[in-house]
């Protein structure tokens, strides 16, 4: 999914107009970037934890060449998901689990073959 159609599903349920919607979206979204520049950390309860963290530098190998090469320290961004999300994922992996043991189950029965009387 984009911003863009993010924008147009809050847009739709909410009765505002895609351009003020696009904004506040965006306006969030830049909110959170500063904040992780400042503060290296925040938290959305029942979202997740977006933190900034410092990658130390280590020695590495080209996968191609298979040279060693030096990866300066780095500093990556983070995110832990809230309880709430991780919730609806595991609901996902559920429905998608019970899907395929159904397919499979479908697959293994034979279908039934028709009987003609004369």
């Given at each position: 999914m984009t911003k863009k159609e993010i924008v147009k599903a809050i847009s739709d349920e909410i009765g505002m107009t895609q351009l003020k919607t696009k904004e506040i979206v965006q306006k969030t979204f830049d909110a959170i970037v500063e904040t992780l520049i400042q503060e290296r950390r925040i938290e959305l309860r029942n979202f997740g934890v977006f933190e900034v963290k410092k990658r130390a530098a280590r020695k590495a190998r080209n996968p191609r060449t298979g040279d060693k090469v030096f990866v300066p320290e780095k500093f990556v961004v983070t995110f832990k998901p809230g309880k709430e999300m991780e919730e609806k994922v595991r609901q996902l992996e559920a429905a998608a689990a019970a899907k395929a043991a159904l397919e499979q189950h479908?697959?293994?029965?034979?279908?039934?073959m028709e009987t003609t009387s004369s």
């Open positions: 479908t697959e293994a029965e034979p279908a039934p």
